[in-house]
């Protein structure tokens, strides 16, 4: 079996979710603090790829990223980016794409935090970042995880999107999920399932040890 | 000295309010704002505090501007030199009693006061305690020494007694004053309970619908002084009784409650539930609405 897709899946999977946790807490914490006007377009957007098919947002980035429009040529010519077919552009996509699986817990987790910790925590003196990071990150761990893992399942879960942008070359941009259609297409039904099976294995350990870890059972299992 | 010039329009769950308080609060001196639920007080210690902004006004400490709507002067809350302590407590559940005082230490300050802290409200044996542990006063007294970590000039209470059991209220009380003497502390104080502003407060402000109506000494304040008593408590009346020609009173002061006679006249005028003041002049009980 080529393990390729596999290893390329997860390597982007990791990346993805990293990326995303850096972006998403300002995003989260503006969302759930502010009273602005900007906040609902800003939370539709956000939410988008929910409902939005794959294929309707990879068409559209396939679209803007293309060398042969405005924006595609400009990455291309100043920064030398090339996003369509490529590692990178699947990354960007994939951010994109599980934006909001990381936002909407971390969004949750800091609204449920009453305000007077914040509130404490400035009277003190301290600045908002200092008490994002030692006050309002800290008691949301079960959030930030919810977070971490289901940007990283729903990464590896991914199809149309990478299909559009990123196309099928292998060691590349042939993730998993397009090597199962591939074997499948080219009949090779053992070879499908393979993937599948690991696939469907590791999704479900992942999603099981945060269920088990924000159900406190390792907590009480440690007492 | 603290001289608050506040207007704000609130909206509260009865509806809009027009906050329009103008009070001046001495140095040194334990102030009670007291008042209905409602009536403005959490939101003007907010507002001293720089957790609400005012739609204008002016708010002057010792001398410095905090806010005055005029010039565009606004002190966030972390240059304002508050304590505050909130009704929730706040405390910080992923830090144990000692890590919520140290997180309170300034820039460079002597980390000595976290000891002396610890020492003095008895929470040395806590320290390594999380919140989520500790019981309503253990809390109270963590939350009050956070507060004061920071040798803030102004120390603010916002109900801080009122969901514990009347022992602990007592006990607090207590350290609620010697903190502010040894301190040497402005503290504001939100309170509903009588007993409480009278043993604590230099002075009270009584606030209805965002407006101040009535100030002055917590004695003056609930008419202690019209009676020159040889002794006098506070309590509230829990049942009333009629003997033949007279009533029987049961005030809860304290923990105690008290059997008074009144004449039917005045008994008349009492109703359970009242808070009162029951008084003695020589042999003769008085006993009177407050």
Redesign the interface.
């Given at each position: 079996m080529d393990w390729q897709p596999l290893v390329l899946t997860f390597k982007l999977a990791v990346i993805t979710t990293a990326i995303l946790f850096v972006i998403s807490i300002p995003i989260a914490s503006w969302l759930s603090s502010t009273k602005s006007k900007f906040r609902p377009v800003l939370e539709t957007l956000v939410s988008m790829p929910l409902v939005l098919p794959p294929t309707v947002l990879g068409f559209y980035m396939l679209v803007a990223f293309s060398p042969a429009n405005a924006f595609g040529s400009w990455l291309n010519d100043w920064l030398g980016i090339k996003l369509i077919f490529s590692f990178g552009g699947l990354v960007v996509a994939s951010v994109i794409y599980s934006l909001p699986f990381m936002v909407q817990p971390i969004q949750a987790g800091l609204s449920s935090l009453?305000s007077?910790?914040k509130?404490?925590?400035?009277?003190?003196?301290?600045?908002k970042f200092t008490t994002l990071l030692?006050?309002l990150l800290?008691?949301i761990k079960p959030s930030l995880l919810t977070g971490i893992v289901l940007s990283f399942a729903h990464t590896v879960g991914e199809f149309g999107v990478v299909l559009m942008i990123g196309g099928n070359m292998p060691g590349k941009t042939k993730v998993a999920s397009i090597a199962i259609y591939d074997e499948v297409e080219a009949l090779n039904y053992a070879a499908a399932n393979s993937y599948s099976l690991i696939l469907f294995t590791v999704t479900f350990v992942i999603l099981l040890l945060v269920y088990l870890t924000n159900g406190g059972y390792f907590k009480r299992f440690s007492q | 000295m603290i001289q608050l010039n506040l207007h704000k329009t609130l909206s509260s769950t009865g509806g809009k309010m027009a906050l329009d308080l103008d009070l001046t609060i001495e140095k040194g001196h334990f102030v009670t704002l007291f008042g209905e639920s409602g009536a403005g007080k959490t939101s003007t210690l907010r507002m001293l505090?720089?957790?609400l902004k005012p739609d204008s006004g002016m708010i002057t400490v010792g001398g410095t501007t905090w806010f005055d709507s005029r010039s565009n002067i606004d002190l966030?809350?972390?240059?304002?030199k508050?304590?505050?302590v909130?009704?929730?407590y706040?405390l910080?559940?992923?830090m144990n009693v000692r890590q919520n005082l140290e997180?309170?230490l300034?820039k460079n300050q002597d980390n000595s006061i976290i000891r002396e802290l610890l020492e003095f409200a008895e929470l040395e044996e806590l320290q390594h305690r999380k919140p989520e542990t500790l019981s309503g006063g253990q809390k109270q007294r963590v939350a009050l020494s956070?507060?004061l970590?920071?040798r803030p000039e102004i120390l603010i209470l916002d109900e801080p007694l009122s969901a514990l059991d009347l022992k602990m209220r007592i006990k607090l009380q207590e350290y609620l004053l010697q903190v502010h003497k040894k301190y040497k502390l402005t503290t504001i104080l939100v309170s509903h309970d009588i007993g409480e502003i009278v043993k604590l407060s230099d002075s009270v402000f009584e606030i209805q619908n965002g407006r101040v109506i009535k100030n002055g000494t917590a004695a003056d304040f609930f008419g202690l002084n019209k009676t020159s008593a040889k002794f006098r408590f506070s309590g509230e009346i829990l049942k009333i009784q009629r003997e033949d020609v007279i009533y029987i009173i049961s005030v809860l002061i304290g923990n105690d409650i008290i059997r008074v006679v009144s004449d039917p006249k005045e008994a008349a005028l009492l109703r359970i539930g009242d808070q009162v003041l029951v008084a003695s002049k020589a042999f003769n009980p008085i006993i009177q609405k407050l």
């Amino acid at each position: 079996m080529d393990w390729q897709p596999l290893v390329l899946t997860f390597k982007l999977a990791v990346i993805t979710t990293a990326i995303l946790f850096v972006i998403s807490i300002p995003i989260a914490s503006w969302l759930s603090s502010t009273k602005s006007k900007f906040r609902p377009v800003l939370e539709t957007l956000v939410s988008m790829p929910l409902v939005l098919p794959p294929t309707v947002l990879g068409f559209y980035m396939l679209v803007a990223f293309s060398p042969a429009n405005a924006f595609g040529s400009w990455l291309n010519d100043w920064l030398g980016i090339k996003l369509i077919f490529s590692f990178g552009g699947l990354v960007v996509a994939s951010v994109i794409y599980s934006l909001p699986f990381m936002v909407q817990p971390i969004q949750a987790g800091l609204s449920s935090l009453p305000s007077t910790l914040k509130e404490a925590s400035y009277t003190m003196g301290k600045s908002k970042f200092t008490t994002l990071l030692k006050i309002l990150l800290p008691n949301i761990k079960p959030s930030l995880l919810t977070g971490i893992v289901l940007s990283f399942a729903h990464t590896v879960g991914e199809f149309g999107v990478v299909l559009m942008i990123g196309g099928n070359m292998p060691g590349k941009t042939k993730v998993a999920s397009i090597a199962i259609y591939d074997e499948v297409e080219a009949l090779n039904y053992a070879a499908a399932n393979s993937y599948s099976l690991i696939l469907f294995t590791v999704t479900f350990v992942i999603l099981l040890l945060v269920y088990l870890t924000n159900g406190g059972y390792f907590k009480r299992f440690s007492q | 000295m603290i001289q608050l010039n506040l207007h704000k329009t609130l909206s509260s769950t009865g509806g809009k309010m027009a906050l329009d308080l103008d009070l001046t609060i001495e140095k040194g001196h334990f102030v009670t704002l007291f008042g209905e639920s409602g009536a403005g007080k959490t939101s003007t210690l907010r507002m001293l505090s720089g957790l609400l902004k005012p739609d204008s006004g002016m708010i002057t400490v010792g001398g410095t501007t905090w806010f005055d709507s005029r010039s565009n002067i606004d002190l966030k809350p972390q240059q304002r030199k508050v304590g505050y302590v909130f009704q929730d407590y706040a405390l910080f559940p992923n830090m144990n009693v000692r890590q919520n005082l140290e997180y309170a230490l300034q820039k460079n300050q002597d980390n000595s006061i976290i000891r002396e802290l610890l020492e003095f409200a008895e929470l040395e044996e806590l320290q390594h305690r999380k919140p989520e542990t500790l019981s309503g006063g253990q809390k109270q007294r963590v939350a009050l020494s956070r507060a004061l970590v920071q040798r803030p000039e102004i120390l603010i209470l916002d109900e801080p007694l009122s969901a514990l059991d009347l022992k602990m209220r007592i006990k607090l009380q207590e350290y609620l004053l010697q903190v502010h003497k040894k301190y040497k502390l402005t503290t504001i104080l939100v309170s509903h309970d009588i007993g409480e502003i009278v043993k604590l407060s230099d002075s009270v402000f009584e606030i209805q619908n965002g407006r101040v109506i009535k100030n002055g000494t917590a004695a003056d304040f609930f008419g202690l002084n019209k009676t020159s008593a040889k002794f006098r408590f506070s309590g509230e009346i829990l049942k009333i009784q009629r003997e033949d020609v007279i009533y029987i009173i049961s005030v809860l002061i304290g923990n105690d409650i008290i059997r008074v006679v009144s004449d039917p006249k005045e008994a008349a005028l009492l109703r359970i539930g009242d808070q009162v003041l029951v008084a003695s002049k020589a042999f003769n009980p008085i006993i009177q609405k407050l």
